[in-house]
């Protein structure tokens, strides 16, 4: 059974920097193509950014690129989504996700993935 817990959100304000971290249990991180997705209140869950399983490269939307950056720690078994110079929209619960895809497209699709954390919130006051 794979599991993915986040951690490290909290109340920050604008112009600051988080960084999330998502652990992965079952099998090792290196194993999935890793998403970062955000739901903010009455809205859909969006995109964020992914690091591919197989080239370990990273692809992000438009509303976070140049500010936010995902990397991977292999022998923690471990995720970090890197937050900076957030804004208030960028509140919102953050999930990350996991899919045993092992091309090389960047999956943007929640329904790409098959495993989901339990989400860390992040808020930002102006």
């Known amino acids: 059974q794979v599991q993915l817990v986040e951690s490290g959100g909290g109340l920050v304000q604008a112009g600051d920097s988080l960084r999330l971290s998502c652990v992965v249990s079952g099998r090792t991180v290196s194993s999935y193509t890793m998403g970062w997705f955000r739901q903010a209140p009455g809205k859909e869950r969006e995109f964020v950014g992914v690091?591919?399983?197989?080239?370990?490269?990273?692809y992000y939307a438009d509303s976070v690129k140049g500010r936010f950056t995902i990397s991977r720690d292999n022998a923690k078994n471990t995720v970090y989504l890197q937050m900076n110079s957030l804004k208030p929209e960028d509140t919102a619960v953050y999930y990350c996700?996991?899919?045993?895809?092992?091309?090389?497209?960047?999956?943007?699709?929640?329904?790409?993935?098959?495993?989901w954390g339990q989400g860390t919130q992040v808020t930002v006051s102006s």
């Open positions: 996700a996991a899919s045993g895809y092992s091309g090389s497209l960047y999956l943007e699709t929640r329904g790409n993935y098959a495993y």
């Open positions: 690091l591919t399983w197989s080239t370990g490269s990273t």
